[in-house]
């Protein structure tokens, strides 16, 4: 199983960037996928999640700027990024949780990060 983001780079304060997560490989369906960050010299943490229904999770510090988006026949999730602030600088992950029907267990993927600087 493989998560790809894209969509990271460097913008403005008060920009927008868009992120965007293509998984492939999963022979069962995520029943979860977001987006963590890691913000430099600090621990990763959650930015937002998805469930297939539509459930949606957001931190506090990205609430009302932050819209998280799944495509579940595309296996892809995104970020719009709006109103962005130097705080928001962070590596972006992509992360997807599956139950599996082969072992029955849960396991969870991540993708390699994508980078987002936001300074003028």
């Known amino acids: 199983v493989e998560l790809v983001e894209s969509g990271g780079g460097l913008e403005q304060p008060g920009g927008s960037l868009k992120l965007s997560c293509a998984a492939s490989g999963n022979r069962f369906n995520f029943h979860t996928m977001g987006w963590y960050r890691q913000p430099p010299g600090k621990e990763r943490e959650l930015v937002a999640t998805m469930s297939s229904s539509g459930t949606t999770i957001y931190s506090d510090s990205v609430k009302g700027r932050f819209t998280i988006s799944r495509d579940n026949a595309k296996n892809t999730v995104s970020l719009q990024m709006n109103s962005l602030k130097p705080e928001d600088t962070a590596v972006y992950y992509c992360?997807?949780?599956?139950?599996?029907?082969?072992?029955?267990?849960?396991?969870?993927?991540w993708g390699q990060g994508t980078p987002v600087t936001v300074s003028s």
């Open positions: 992360k997807g949780l599956l139950y599996s029907k082969v072992d029955y267990m849960e396991h969870e993927y």
